[in-house]
């Protein structure tokens, strides 16, 4: 059964990007470009890793974070963004990662085999 991955993010060619880069490797892949679209598609697709990014239209998505892992504590969590220091978010929950954009191709392969 192929993993699903959510990206939540407002930058449509970051998220275009991302989603070629896993339906290559065969997740499946599911895209939300504002915060209320996206926390509706985690609880309908249950998906298995997020990338949610911190500024969107309509909320800053890290701060959702906890929320996310009560209802949904499997969940792999990359939290990105281009305007955010790794500082700024800590996090006990071994499955929550902080990204930077740009995320270079080294790190996926790295991270995504």
């Not at 990007?17 to 609880?43: C, H, P, W």
């Not at 009560?70 to 499955?95: C, D, G, M, R």
Request: glycine fraction near 4%.
């Amino acid at each position: 059964m192929k993993k699903k991955i959510l990206i939540i993010d407002d930058e449509v060619d970051f998220c275009l990007i991302m989603k070629g880069y896993f339906n290559r490797k065969n997740y499946e892949v599911s895209v939300a470009y504002t915060l209320q679209s996206g926390l509706f598609l985690i609880d309908e697709n249950k998906p298995d890793i997020l990338f949610l990014d911190n500024n969107l239209p309509d909320g800053q998505g890290w701060k959702y974070v906890d929320q996310i892992v009560e209802k949904n504590p499997h969940l792999e969590i990359y939290l990105v963004s281009a305007h955010q220091s790794k500082s700024s978010f800590t996090s006990p929950n071994k499955n929550i990662m902080v990204w930077e954009k740009p995320i270079s191709l080294q790190i996926l392969n790295e991270s995504f085999q």
